[in-house]
């Protein structure tokens, strides 16, 4: 029987997430909603096998911590063959997601085929959070010249 929840794999993906890139691919799942459901489905071991679910004592705190770690690399290659139980949409959204996380080659072409609006605003969005350092700088710069002139 699977202990953890849709709220304890939420906060587990969270909590693995240390990077911009890696929290915008997080929440990307997240927010997509079925993805967190197939994680947690026993009967759909194709997914549940590739996450790694754990709890971790804090380090300052007696507080403990979820942690879950998507073996997102080897999912996204099962998501590329035949015999896999998931729509085009959790694909793609997958696929980005893992592209974000740990670079996974994606074909835009390919992901936006067929992409109903919610889907692209999710994936969207995904990609400013992940850029948005380099979205804020480029941004003060601007600013700073309009600023000059």
């Known amino acids: 029987m699977n202990a953890w929840t849709k709220d304890m794999l939420t906060e587990g993906l969270r ?7 890696s929290k915008a691919a997080a929440e990307l799942l997240i927010e ?5 459901e197939a994680l947690l ?14 709890v971790q004592g804090g380090l300052a705190t007696d507080e403990e911590k979820l942690y879950a770690h998507l073996e997102w ?18 694909v793609k959204v997958f696929m980005v997601a893992a592209s974000l996380r740990e670079g996974v080659p994606v074909n835009l072409l390919e992901i936006t085929e067929g992409l109903d609006a ?12 992940a850029a ?3 979205v804020r700088t480029v941004m003060a710069e601007l600013d700073a010249q309009a600023s000059a002139t």
Do not use: C
């Open 15 to 21: 909590n693995a997430a240390t990077r911009n890139q």
């Open 132 to 134: 948005w350092p380099i």
């Open 41 to 54: 489905d026993e009967d759909r071991p194709q997914s549940a096998n590739y996450v790694r679910r754990f």
């Open 118 to 129: 919610e889907h692209a605003r999710m994936i969207v969005e995904a990609i400013a959070h």
């Open 73 to 90: 690399t080897e999912m996204a290659k099962h998501l590329q063959t035949a015999g896999h139980t998931y729509s085009d949409t959790q």
């Open 32 to 36: 997509h909603g079925d993805w967190l």
